[in-house]
């Protein structure tokens, strides 16, 4: 089965190595060579590492917050922009 978001033309090869990365580090683990060879034409060891550690950051997060039923405060920050202007409106 291939997957819709990895054929699209909304998204460009470096785009796609990383979903394709993302998707089986996230429901694998493990990931196979030939996704991890498509992420090296991109990116350097370290980005990889770095990618791979956001990945496990962002899954560590879901495992907290889903079980403990947290709840989104409807007045959280919405998106990165509105984030630093936030921060720039409290200085």
Request: proline share 2%.
């Amino acid at each position: 089965m291939t997957i819709p978001r990895l054929t699209s033309a909304e998204f460009n090869n470096q785009e796609r190595a990383v979903l394709q990365y993302t998707d089986e580090v996230a429901q694998k683990v493990k990931v196979i060579d030939q996704t991890f060879n498509a992420l090296k034409n991109f990116f350097s060891e370290q980005t990889i590492v770095e990618l791979t550690m956001t990945i496990g950051y962002y899954e560590m997060v879901a495992r907290l917050l889903v079980p403990l039923q947290v709840e989104l405060d409807g007045s959280s920050v919405g998106s990165a922009s509105e984030l630093i202007g936030r921060r720039a409106k409290s200085k």
